[in-house]
């Protein structure tokens, strides 16, 4: 098992901090991380990885050392699609939000589509003004209370009951900003993104949907785009795991994306 930490990295130059290792004549496999992570929050999933295996992860707007860059999704689609280029592109939550956009709007580049709790945004303008309002609040909320204390109330959510985070990714999602964070809710966040829903039958690539069987929201999102994908969409869902199925149970999210991608 080779730790991510020993693997050699090389800058991608580019307007997002993005980082390459491995091989460079395989596929790349594009890593895109959640809301309050960073290109980091995948090591326990880069360390089961062999080390030829070239890795490419990046930091999102708002986020770490891209913490200066303000971009809704279709601008980072266009950002992530010219600095990484072709690969297998797997995305985690909001990072799986915009690997679909990455996928619609720059298909030449994604060789196969890996959504990780994923979703295509929500149906009705109602239910996106609605979270635009709530994501506000949020945006302001992280300005009022600091990073430290907001990452340890997002963590708390139900939602991640089933995550144990070592004191080092703790410290990792501590080198995001109130600022870029508070920019990444009002540009990326699921209320300001458009629907993708009508759109999901045009993908033409393998799209694999991952999700831990106790997050139910997700689960049944899933089932739904699987079904507006079409045949090339699979979906697995991840026993005794919750919505950072990747993270709670990596070694057989390990297995099912290698299934998949080979």
């Known amino acids: 098992m080779n730790n991510s930490l ?16 491995g091989d460079l004549s395989t596929t790349s496999r594009v890593l895109l991380h959640g809301f309050t992570q960073t290109s980091r929050s ?7 990885l062999p080390a030829e295996q070239s890795i490419i992860r990046l930091d999102a707007p708002g986020h770490a050392h891209s913490e200066s860059v303000e971009a809704d999704l279709p601008s980072t689609a266009e950002m992530v699609a010219t600095q ?13 939000r915009l690997a679909l956009h990455i996928a619609l ?16 945004g929500l149906r009705t303008p109602e239910e996106r003004l609605a979270r635009t309002q709530s994501d506000e609040l949020l945006a302001r909320e992280i300005a009022e209370i600091g990073v430290a204390h907001f990452v340890q109330k997002w963590l708390s959510a139900p939602m991640f009951a089933g995550l144990t985070s070592t004191p080092e990714e703790i410290q990792d999602r501590l080198r995001n900003t109130s600022e870029g ?20 039958h045009d993908l033409g690539m393998p799209v694999l949907l991952i999700v ?4 139910h929201k997700f689960v049944d ?11 090339n969409a699979t979906m697995v869902e991840i026993q005794n795991a919750g919505h950072s199925v990747h993270l709670e149970q990596t070694l057989q999210f390990q297995t099912v994306v290698e299934n998949f991608l080979k």
């Not at 995948?42 to 089961?48: A, F, G």
Request: glycine letters at 12%.
């Open 6 to 21: 020993s693997r050699n990295w090389t800058n991608i130059a580019g307007p997002l901090f993005a980082e390459q290792s």
């Open 181 to 200: 964070l508070a920019s990444s809710l009002r540009m990326s966040g699921t209320g300001t993104q458009e629907s993708l829903w009508d759109y999901l």
């Open 84 to 96: 990484c280029g072709y690969g297998d592109y797997i995305g985690y939550s909001m990072g799986a």
């Open 212 to 215: 831990g069987a106790h997050d």
């Open 105 to 120: 709007l720059h298909p030449q580049n994604v060789r196969r589509l890996v959504l990780v709790s994923g979703s295509a």
């Open 221 to 231: 999102i899933a089932r739904n785009m699987k079904l507006a994908i079409g045949s």
């Open 42 to 48: 995948w090591d326990r999933y880069i360390q089961l």
